[in-house]
């Protein structure tokens, strides 16, 4: 039975440790350490292996030894990148050098450790992962919500909002389109209801969110 097996899954919501190490005495060290302060942990013994594992559903982050059988921690990182995983990661090994520092911090890791790692400044980069991860989540939740809210929208709605959210004003949107400006009004009205926008500046924070370009038709010079 694997490690990662006898660990088992995190509850719902319970942030969870990744470890990837081919030193058993390592991963039973890094898997006591993290317990010890209430977190979950799966480890494996193989880059190979953790691909052929589901990406945790919670707050997460991967402790990967940079020198792996097979493919290495930094390979494992480039196959994690084109996965679209963004688990953050904190890379420890015994035979760092700088070469290998700047391309995992580049490539987005969180920290990079040398052993003999001290726990304290494990657990501090552990946390700081988590926390980086959890708000990651939180900031894709929103923006999946506003998403499936544009998406109700109906296609002149679409029109209405992206030049409401470029700053024209009712009557030159009505101009733009060929409406009349209390159509314009009404439409801007079902924009705001639909999207649970507070504010015109709320409405204009959503469009910046979804990569919705501002449309200032033929009125901009």
Request: net charge neutral; proline share 5%.
């Given at each position: 039975?694997?490690?990662?097996?006898?660990?088992?899954?995190?509850?719902?919501?319970?942030?969870?440790?990744?470890?990837?190490?081919?030193?058993?005495?390592?991963?039973?060290?890094l898997?006591?350490?993290?317990?010890s302060?209430?977190?979950?942990?799966?480890?494996?013994s193989?880059?190979?292996?953790?691909?052929?594992?589901?990406?945790?559903?919670?707050?997460?982050?991967?402790?990967?030894?940079?020198?792996?059988?097979?493919?290495?921690g930094?390979?494992?990182?480039?196959?994690?990148?084109?996965?679209?995983?963004?688990t953050?990661?904190?890379?420890?090994?015994?035979?760092?050098?700088?070469?290998?520092?700047?391309r995992?911090?580049?490539?987005?890791a969180?920290?990079?450790?040398?052993?003999?790692?001290?726990?304290?400044?494990?657990?501090?980069?552990?946390?700081?992962?988590?926390?980086r991860?959890?708000?990651?989540?939180?900031?894709?939740?929103?923006?999946?919500?506003?998403?499936?809210?544009?998406?109700?929208?109906?296609?002149?709605?679409?029109?209405?909002?992206?030049?409401?959210?470029?700053?024209?004003?009712?009557?030159?949107?009505?101009?733009?389109?060929?409406?009349?400006?209390?159509?314009?009004k009404?439409?801007?009205?079902?924009?705001?209801?639909?999207?649970?926008?507070?504010?015109?500046?709320?409405?204009?924070?959503?469009?910046?969110?979804?990569?919705?370009?501002?449309?200032?038709?033929?009125?901009q010079?």
């Amino acid at each position: 039975m694997t490690d990662h097996a006898k660990q088992g899954q995190a509850s719902a919501g319970e942030p969870i440790v990744l470890i990837v190490d081919d030193d058993p005495s390592m991963r039973r060290a890094l898997t006591n350490l993290f317990q010890s302060v209430g977190l979950k942990v799966e480890a494996f013994s193989s880059a190979a292996e953790i691909l052929e594992a589901k990406p945790p559903a919670v707050p997460s982050c991967l402790v990967l030894d940079i020198r792996l059988p097979g493919s290495s921690g930094l390979d494992l990182q480039a196959d994690l990148a084109k996965a679209n995983i963004h688990t953050p990661i904190i890379f420890i090994t015994g035979h760092g050098d700088i070469p290998m520092t700047v391309r995992a911090m580049k490539s987005g890791a969180v920290d990079f450790l040398t052993k003999p790692v001290r726990d304290q400044d494990m657990l501090d980069a552990v946390q700081a992962a988590i926390e980086r991860d959890r708000r990651r989540r939180d900031a894709e939740k929103s923006i999946s919500g506003v998403r499936s809210r544009f998406e109700g929208l109906t296609a002149r709605e679409r029109d209405v909002l992206a030049l409401v959210a470029s700053g024209l004003m009712n009557k030159q949107v009505a101009a733009e389109l060929g409406l009349a400006e209390i159509t314009v009004k009404i439409y801007r009205g079902q924009i705001m209801r639909k999207m649970e926008a507070k504010s015109l500046a709320d409405l204009v924070r959503m469009t910046d969110a979804l990569g919705i370009p501002r449309n200032r038709g033929h009125l901009q010079t």
